[in-house]
C-alpha cells in the first residue's frame, strides 16, 4: 500500500467529516432562523440545505467509482 493511497483515504474521511459538521451547522442556523416568522422561509431553506449536506456527508461518495 503506497502513502498516496493512505493520504487519499485520510482526506476522504475528513472531507467528509467536513461535509457532515457543516451540514449540522446549517441545519442549527436554518432552526434558528426558523423560530422568527419574517426569516421563515429562508430558515427553512438553509436548514434543508444542511440535511442534504449532512446525508451525504454520511453516505455519499467522491470518487468515480
Do not use: K, N, Q, W
Amino acid at each position: 500500500m503506497s502513502y498516496l493511497t493512505i493520504l487519499r483515504g485520510v482526506v476522504g474521511f475528513f472531507e467528509h467529516g467536513l461535509m457532515v459538521a457543516f451540514g449540522f451547522l446549517l441545519m442549527v442556523i436554518g432552526l434558528g432562523l426558523g423560530v422568527t416568522m419574517i426569516m421563515l422561509p429562508v430558515g427553512v431553506v438553509i436548514g434543508l440545505i444542511g440535511v442534504a449536506l449532512f446525508i451525504a456527508g454520511l453516505f455519499g461518495r467522491f470518487d468515480e467509482r
